[in-house]
Every structure is written in structure tokens, then in C-alpha cells.
């Protein structure tokens, strides 16, 4: 025992001189080009063009491009100039800012706040019901109402860059910007509360794990005759779709969404069946655990059969009974308990040592994204000025504080499936804090002011697939793997969100004023989807006040016990083969749309572990891996020829859709 301490005292001292940054002078010169850079090719594919999705899966595929780029590049720098070539730390960093910075900028973050603040002042003329109805009670500080500056926005054939068109935004876009970095900040802190806990419980980090056996093991990898084949298939698909989209009487291959549904009563009552098959999605499945890929594909059936048996019984509104996507906030809610409570004494331990003033430093704080102290009272900080926003904009304190803490229930518990499933996507469609408090107390419980900046805040509610904190874990998560220092990481993340703010903001706006967002040339949905949805349903609340929903409470009462129930039996029982996360999933749209390649992924895996084992697994990885790589690689590299020459490749037409 003496003996493997001296080991271990002596070998410490080591490691941590091994430790690298992430946050190198070559890191934060390219940082600011390289985060301006993608976030004016994001909005230009995704929200202008609409022709990929880079951000509505786990994995985003331009990060995977620039890192694979990125170690080509070192390749030759280590044959030429190898004390040129990039280190560890600095590919990690490299790819950790395209990652954070795509987050904000991306489908589900601040192209919908973008065009939630823009829509309102556009549409709300003299002859609308929203002139009268919803812009009093709407906090005029966080919105833009210059009319000349917005109509030229919508119209297009314009510029940003008149100090007319300027003005009106920074008072309101500084304001948003004070409220992402404090979310930001808030959730940097919980990632690096919980992180001792779930590294303790082993949890595997799907995601994480491949920008890491990139940046680790890419000899083994690349060696690999499989991955290669692998990312031939991947690469197929795009190449010849694209081909198609130019020349249609070229052959395309089926490997987007296509949606299937009888007309017939009461089958139609499960909607739309959609199938695909991206590669990459079966390499992002073959991933997840066994159980877990069983229960997805299981409970995303079972929720169908609910909806046919409901309507067979004679309730044919899928809003209502059998309340399917109640019955998954209701096992998130029930899901943060078993995560809360598992993390008991990690939390507790944290915050004593927090609040002694004569505590000494945690064992190991040194090599934490940040001390325990400063991780406690960043989430009190952060999250007081956060209730601070809110109450400033128009809510109450009490208000303030539900709709806060049911927001950050839902972001602890998207975080926990990130870590430890890695599921390829998800969305939790419109169920989030502000439906919760509709449904459980209706409209009149909530002041007019109040549900205008719930409207205000859709960008963090209307979708819950990509959350900072998704992006801390695994951040923290490949650092750790890659011995990269992780308080450089904590550094780099606050730099990006900050950088990324301004720089998705700028995109937006620079593309917008050339385009026109009511013009011909814009093809996305966002006008729909992240303009009108959040002003009218403001409408109806204040039109048509909503009455507390029974139904749905029940519904969130049920999720919640089952739960617990199917959590309690999968730690008791090892032949349990259903996990909480496939039920509570059960009702997402996006991951709904994956069933196929889930099905197939579980099967192969399933069937190499019982007559390969553990050797089988990791021998068929590298082909699965390979998926993953050439769709990506050869997306990214569509996006780039679309861009170049103008292409104007069709809608959804690339990896996205999801």
C-alpha cells in the first residue's frame, strides 16, 4: 500500500506537468475569424438557404469536417515542419469553439431569438390585432421597433452598414446578449458540479467519444480498413444526391425523410411514420447501449399504438388524451429526481465546502474546470441574475423562479441523456417551462407582461435539443480524455459564448439586409416556425384564456411514476430491458425520425455482442465510425460548393431535417 502511494505521489507531479491548454496564442488568433467565419456559413445554410441542418443532430458535422481537415493538415506539418503542427489541446480547442459557437448560432438557439424580437414590430401594424393586443405589454427594450431599420431588413437589396440600421439593434441585442452569458455562465457551473458525479458513475459520453478517438487514437483509426469503407458508404449518399439536385435525371439514393400515413381511421391517428437513412445515423445509434436502443425504438412505437388506441376509443385530438407529450415531461421531472438524487452528496459536500469560509481547496480542485466554491456561487450568481432579467422585463419574482427552475430541470436532465447515451437528436417539441405553467395553472395565473416575455423567450423553450450545457459536458468530458487542462476549457467556452453571441448576431443581421427575410430568396422556415408561432399563440392566451388542464397534470403525475418505476427496476433487475431515457423520449418528432436506423443499429449490435463480444464491438466500431465520418465530410463539403458557385441546392436536401 506505502509502495503505491509513493506511485501515486510521485507520478501526480507528472501528469499534471503533462496537462496542455486549450487556450494557446495560435488558438485565440484564430478563434475570432473562425467563429465569424462559421456563423456566416450556419445562417447562410440553415436559415437563409435551408438546404442542410448542421446543428439539429448531437454530432455537428462542420466541427467533425474542421477537425478531420484540421488533422490533415498536421499530417503534412509533422512530414515538413513538425514544430508547427497543432497539439492536442489545440485541435480539442480549435474544435470545441466551431462546436459552441454553432450552438448559439444554430437552428434552435438565436435564429429563433432573431427572429422572435424582428417579427413582432414587422407585423404589428396599425390595421393588426397585435398592434393593440400584444405590443403594450411587450418590455420595449428587448425588441427592435425602428420600423425603417426593420422593413429593410425583410425587404432586402440593403445593408447593415449604415449607422441607421446600426442603432436600433445594439440596446436590445446587449441586453440579450447579458441574458446568454449569464445562462451560459449558470450552466458552465452546473456542468462542473455534476461532472465528478457522472465521471464516478462511469458514464460513457457517446458523443464526446468521437472528436476524442480523433484526436487520440487517429492512427489506429485511419489504419483501419473498415473505417474507410465505412466512410465510403457515408459519402455516397450526398455525392450522389447532389449530383441529382443538379442534374434530376441522375439517379438519387432515398436517404432523407420520407413520411408515410394512412388516411383511414384510426390508424391516421398516429401521424406521420416517417423513414430514413442517413449514414450517419446508424453510427451515431450503434452507439447507444443496447437497452437503450430497444426502448427508443420500443416506446416511440408503443406512443404510436396509444395514439391509435385513444382515437379507437374516441379521443382524436393528439393535444389531448392520451397526453404523450405530457407523459415525457413528466419522465423528465421524474428522471432529474433519480439524477438529483444519485448526486446527493457530491451537491451537498460542494456546497458546505462553498460556504465555509475557512475551507481549504477540494482534493482534485486543481484539475476541475473550476473550484467547488466558485462553481456554487456561479450558479447563485448566475441564476439570480437571470431571475434579475426576467423580473426587469416584465415578470413577477415568483414567476421569475418557476419558469427559471423548470427550464433548468429540463437542462440538467437534456445534459444527463448527452452524457450518458448520446442520443443522435431529439427536440422535446413545445412542452417546456411556458406550457408546463399554461397547462398546470392556465393563462390567467400569468400576467399579460408576464406571458409576453415567456413569448420572448421561445428560443429556449420551443425546442429542447441544444442547450449550452450539452456543449460543457462534452467539452469537459474531451478534455479530460485528452489530458487537456480543464480550466482552460472553462476560458475558452465563456471566450466562444461571448465571440459567438456577437458573431451570430452579425450574421444574421449582415445576411438578412442583403437578402431580405420576406424575400424570394429566403427559403427557410423561420419566418413561421420562429416569427409568428411565438406572437400568435401570445395572441390567443390573452384572446382565449387557457383553464388549468387536468389531463395533462395527470399525465405529468404518470411520466414522473413511471418513470421512477422503470429506473428503480433497471437498477434492481439486470435483465430489465427497459431504460427511462427511451420512454421519456418516446414523443420526440426528431428522434422519431431515426426509428429505422435505431432499429437496425440495435440489432447489429446486439447480434455482434452475443457472437462477438467486447472484440466484435470494437473490431465493427471503426466501420460505423466511418458512416459517421464520410456523410459528414462530404456534406460539408456540399454546403461549401452550394456557397461557392451559387448552387441553391433544395431545401432539407443535405443531412439535416431532423
Not at 150 to 168: C, E, F, K, M, V
Not at 205 to 232: C, H, K, M, N, T
Not at 467 to 487: C, E, W
Not at 531 to 557: F, M
Amino acid at each position: 500500500m506505502e509502495t503505491e502511494r509513493q506511485n501515486s505521489s510521485e507520478s501526480a507531479p507528472r501528469r499534471r506537468r503533462a496537462v496542455e491548454s486549450a487556450l494557446t496564442l495560435r488558438v485565440l488568433l484564430a478563434a475570432p475569424i473562425l467563429i465569424a467565419l462559421n456563423a456566416w456559413w450556419i445562417v447562410e445554410i440553415e436559415y437563409i438557404r435551408y438546404s442542410d441542418n448542421c446543428t439539429t443532430q448531437s454530432l455537428f458535422f462542420n466541427a467533425v469536417a474542421l477537425l478531420l481537415i484540421l488533422l490533415g493538415v498536421n499530417a503534412v506539418l509533422k512530414r515538413l515542419i513538425a514544430r508547427w503542427a497543432l497539439s492536442a489541446g489545440e485541435l480539442a480547442g480549435l474544435y470545441l469553439i466551431v462546436v459552441a459557437a454553432s450552438n448559439l448560432a444554430g437552428h434552435d438557439q438565436l435564429q429563433i431569438l432573431f427572429t422572435t424580437i424582428s417579427y413582432l414590430s414587422r407585423h404589428a401594424t396599425a390595421e393588426s390585432a397585435w398592434a393593440a393586443k400584444i405590443v403594450p405589454h411587450v418590455p420595449p427594450g428587448l425588441i427592435v421597433s425602428d420600423k425603417e431599420a426593420i422593413d429593410a431588413l425583410y425587404q432586402g437589396n440593403s445593408t447593415l452598414y449604415r449607422w441607421d440600421h446600426i442603432r436600433p439593434w445594439l440596446a436590445p441585442l446587449g441586453s440579450w446578449t447579458i441574458f446568454i452569458l449569464l445562462a451560459a455562465w449558470t450552466m458552465l457551473c452546473l456542468a462542473s458540479l455534476f461532472r465528478r458525479q457522472w465521471d464516478s458513475e462511469r458514464l460513457s459520453y457517446p458523443i464526446a467519444e468521437i472528436p476524442v478517438q480523433l484526436i487520440r487514437d487517429q492512427r489506429r483509426l485511419f489504419g483501419s480498413r473498415l473505417l474507410w469503407l465505412g466512410a465510403a458508404i457515408g459519402a455516397t449518399g450526398q455525392i450522389v444526391n447532389m449530383i441529382h439536385s443538379l442534374a434530376p435525371e441522375f439517379p438519387s439514393l432515398p436517404i432523407g425523410v420520407q413520411t408515410f400515413r394512412s388516411e383511414a381511421l384510426p390508424w391516421s391517428a398516429a401521424g406521420d411514420i416517417p423513414i430514413c437513412s442517413f449514414p450517419f445515423a446508424y453510427g451515431l445509434a450503434f452507439l447507444l447501449p443496447t437497452q437503450l436502443g430497444f426502448s427508443c425504438w420500443f416506446f416511440m412505437f408503443l406512443s404510436r399504438f396509444e395514439l391509435i388506441a385513444a382515437a379507437t376509443a374516441g379521443y382524436a385530438d393528439p393535444g389531448h388524451f392520451p397526453y404523450v407529450a405530457q407523459q415525457g415531461v413528466g419522465a423528465i421531472l421524474g428522471m432529474f429526481l433519480t439524477v438529483a438524487f444519485a448526486a446527493r452528496r457530491s451537491l451537498i459536500g460542494a456546497v458546505r465546502h462553498a460556504m465555509s469560509p475557512r475551507a481549504r481547496p477540494s482534493p482534485g480542485d486543481d484539475e476541475e474546470a473550476m473550484s467547488s466554491r466558485m462553481a456554487v456561487f456561479g450558479v447563485l450568481g448566475g441564476g439570480a441574475g437571470m431571475v434579475w432579467f426576467a423580473v426587469s422585463a416584465g415578470m413577477r419574482p415568483h414567476t421569475a423562479l418557476i419558469f427559471l427552475g423548470i427550464l433548468f430541470i429540463i437542462v440538467i436532465v437534456v445534459a444527463r441523456l448527452r452524457a450518458e447515451i448520446g442520443l443522435p437528436t431529439f427536440e422535446l417539441y413545445q412542452v417546456g417551462a411556458d406550457q408546463v405553467m399554461q397547462r398546470l395553472a392556465g393563462t390567467r395565473a400569468w400576467s399579460p407582461n408576464e406571458l409576453s416575455v415567456m413569448s420572448l423567450m421561445f428560443w429556449i423553450t420551443r425546442t429542447h435539443r441544444q442547450f449550452p450545457m450539452q456543449t460543457h459536458v462534452d467539452a469537459l468530458r474531451i478534455g479530460k480524455r485528452t489530458n487537456i487542462s480543464l480550466r482552460s476549457i472553462t476560458a475558452l467556452l465563456m471566450l466562444t459564448t461571448l465571440l459567438g453571441t456577437i458573431a451570430a448576431f452579425w450574421a444574421l443581421l449582415h445576411s438578412g439586409y442583403i437578402v431580405g427575410l420576406e424575400s424570394a430568396k429566403f427559403r427557410g422556415p423561420a419566418m413561421g416556425s420562429f416569427g409568428r408561432d411565438p406572437w400568435n399563440r401570445l395572441e390567443s392566451w390573452l384572446s382565449s384564456p387557457q383553464t388549468p388542464d387536468g389531463g395533462s397534470a395527470g399525465a405529468y403525475a404518470f411520466g414522473c411514476l413511471l418513470t421512477l418505476f422503470l429506473g428503480g427496476m433497471r437498477a434492481r433487475f439486470l435483465w430489465w430491458p427497459f431504460h427511462p431515457a427511451g420512454y421519456l423520449v418516446a414523443g420526440s418528432f426528431g428522434l422519431f425520425r431515426l426509428w429505422l436506423p435505431i432499429f437496425i443499429s440495435w440489432l447489429f449490435k446486439s447480434l455482434i455482442l452475443r457472437y462477438g463480444g467486447l472484440p466484435g464491438y470494437r473490431t465493427a466500431l471503426p466501420f460505423f465510425i466511418g458512416l459517421i465520418l464520410g456523410e459528414f465530410g462530404a456534406g460539408f463539403v456540399r454546403t461549401l460548393l452550394d456557397l461557392a458557385f451559387g448552387l441553391h441546392l433544395p431545401p432539407s436536401s443535405g443531412i439535416g431535417g431532423l
